[in-house]
T-cell receptor
Framework: QKEVEQNSGPLSVPEGAIASLNCTYSDRVSQSFFWYRQYSGKSPELIMSIYSNGDKEDGRFTAQLNKASQYVSLLIRDSQPSDSATYLCAVNVGRLPGGGADGLTFGKGTHLIIQP | KAGVTQTPRYLIKTRGQQVTLSCSPISGHRSVSWYQQTPGQGLQFLFEYFSETQRNKGNFPGRFSGRQFSNSRSEMNVSTLELGDSALYLC??????????????FGPGTRLTVT
C-alpha cells in the first residue's frame, strides 16, 4: 500500500517569511515527485516537479528531494497572502517494465495560512 | 493554450442512476487520467487512458469505467450511483514525453452530488 504523508496543518506563517512544507512517502521505487497547490473550491495546480535528489528552484519555490530518507519538501520564500492554500504532495513510481503504474498517489495536503 | 476542460461542472443525480462526465485534454496531450477527490479520502486515482487504451486502473469498483476517443477526449461513466460517489471528479492530462512521469495538469473538475 503506497502512502504519502503530510502534516495537515494548518501551518501559519507570517507574510514575508519562508514557509516549509514536508512530505514523506513509503514506496522506495518512487521516481516522480510533485507539489500541487489547491485553493478552496478549485482544482489542483502543478507548481513544482522534481525527479532527482537535491534542490530545484523556480522563482520563490524550492523543492527538495532526498530519496534515501524518502522525503520531499517545498520551501516558499517571501510568502504572500496569495500563497494561502492547501499544498498537495504527489508521488509516482513511473512507468514500470511491462507498462504498469497506478497514477499519482497524493497526500491529504497541508493547509498553509500566510498571515499579513 | 487552453487548459483541460471538463463538462458539466456541476451535476446532481439520484441513487441508482448513471452519469457520464467528459474531459478534453490540453491540445497535444494524449494521456488522460481521472481522479476522485473527497474530503475523507483525498485524491484517488481512477484510471488512465493513452491513445484510446486504458493503461492503468485504480482500486475502484467496476461501476466506474471510462474511454478515450481518437481526438484524446475522454469520458468516464459511473453506473448505479451510490451516495458515496458524491465527489469532485478531476481529469488531468500529461504533456508529450512526460506521460511516464505522470506530470499532470488538472481540469476544473465536475462536482457530482448523489441524493
Amino acid at each position: 500500500q503506497k502512502e504519502v504523508e503530510q502534516n495537515s496543518g494548518p501551518l501559519s506563517v507570517p507574510e514575508g517569511a519562508i514557509a516549509s512544507l514536508n512530505c514523506t512517502y513509503s514506496d522506495r521505487v518512487s521516481q516522480s515527485f510533485f507539489w500541487y497547490r489547491q485553493y478552496s473550491g478549485k482544482s489542483p495546480e502543478l507548481i513544482m516537479s522534481i525527479y532527482s535528489n537535491g534542490d530545484k528552484e523556480d522563482g520563490r519555490f524550492t523543492a527538495q528531494l532526498n530519496k534515501a530518507s524518502q522525503y520531499v519538501s517545498l520551501l516558499i520564500r517571501d510568502s504572500q497572502p496569495s500563497d494561502s492554500a492547501t499544498y498537495l504532495c504527489a508521488v509516482n513510481v513511473g512507468r514500470l517494465p511491462g507498462g504498469g503504474a497506478d497514477g499519482l498517489t497524493f497526500g491529504k495536503g497541508t493547509h498553509l495560512i500566510i498571515q499579513p | 493554450k487552453a487548459g483541460v476542460t471538463q463538462t458539466p461542472r456541476y451535476l446532481i443525480k439520484t441513487r441508482g442512476q448513471q452519469v457520464t462526465l467528459s474531459c478534453s485534454p490540453i491540445s497535444g496531450h494524449r494521456s488522460v487520467s481521472w481522479y476522485q477527490q473527497t474530503p475523507g479520502q483525498g485524491l484517488q486515482f481512477l484510471f488512465e487512458y493513452f491513445s484510446e487504451t486504458q493503461r492503468n486502473k485504480g482500486n475502484f469498483p467496476g461501476r466506474f469505467s471510462g474511454r478515450q476517443f481518437s481526438n484524446s477526449r475522454s469520458e468516464m461513466n459511473v453506473s448505479t450511483l451510490e451516495l458515496g460517489d458524491s465527489a469532485l471528479y478531476l481529469c488531468a492530462s500529461s504533456p508529450p514525453g512526460r506521460e511516464d512521469y505522470y506530470e499532470q495538469y488538472f481540469g476544473p473538475g465536475t462536482r457530482l452530488t448523489v441524493t
